[in-house]
């Protein structure tokens, strides 16, 4: 008669523990949901956080393209790791990594920028022969000169756009565009340019006249010539409040 109840007692503990399995709404081991600081998935990092402005597939959005071999051998991982980190202060870019305000972690942006150069370089490019930042400073009428013989070809001699084949470009030199791009960030298409677009880089003969890239104080040249048509309250029509 003593043994009964133990057995029954056993049996209903059994049960219970069995129940406590498979409660309704209790995760199951190992379905549980990760903070958002713990994604380090690359496709996921990139959409939430790049792909409204670098595109889906890391072109063709209004940014730079990263999805472009040549800029990811110019750029670098840890450059990429900064820019993402840091921002770009004056432009579109804001900083990404919680040192700086943003909602990243350092290993998250690292995952993302090894993510872009596993993804979408080339490892049979070489380092570009070009540094990614210049100490050269640049003479604006030499660049307009230097503007003429390498660019002009697609965006016409004063940089406002011409019509290039079937594709018409548009103004390099337009006050609100250039409101929105860096130095860095104009100094990175000449670099690298734009291949979805058609737009060569540096390296490649631009001009046809002695088929060479352009050396690095030609560059330099070109967007401090660009950057020269920068003004102070762009898309403003005064200066001041009347």
């Not at 406002?160 to 548009?170: D, H, L, P």
């Not at 390099?172 to 130095?183: C, N, Q, T």
Request: net charge positive; proline share 10%; hydrophobic share 40%.
């Amino acid at each position: 008669m003593r043994v009964r109840p133990s057995c029954f007692s056993l049996l209903l503990c059994a049960v219970g523990l069995v129940g406590c399995r498979s409660v309704p709404g209790k995760p199951l081991p190992g379905s549980e949901a990760k903070r958002p600081d713990q994604v380090l998935d690359f496709a996921t990092l990139y959409q939430a956080n790049c792909s409204a402005c670098h595109g889906d597939q890391g072109r063709m959005g209004a940014a730079i393209s990263l999805a472009n071999p040549a800029y990811l051998a110019f750029a670098g991982t840890a450059n990429l790791e900064r820019i993402i980190a840091s921002g770009v202060p004056g432009t579109m870019m804001p900083p990404f990594g919680k040192s700086a305000g943003g909602m990243l972690t350092d290993p998250q942006i690292a995952a993302l920028a090894q993510g872009m150069v596993s993804r979408w370089g080339s490892p049979t490019m070489p380092p570009n022969p070009l540094p990614y930042a210049s100490s050269l400073r640049g003479d604006v009428p030499q660049g307009q000169k230097t503007f003429v013989l390498f660019c002009a070809r697609c965006h016409g001699a004063d940089g406002q756009g011409a019509v290039a084949g079937a594709t018409r470009t548009g103004s390099l030199v337009e006050p609100a565009y250039l409101a929105l791009v860096s130095d860095q960030g104009l100094r990175s298409l000449i670099v690298a340019g734009q291949p979805e677009q058609g737009m060569p880089g540096s390296s490649s003969d631009l001009s046809g006249a002695g088929a060479r890239a352009m050396t690095g104080q030609e560059v330099a040249d070109v967007v401090a010539w660009l950057a020269s048509h920068r003004i102070a309250t762009p898309g403003q029509p005064y200066p001041t409040h009347p």
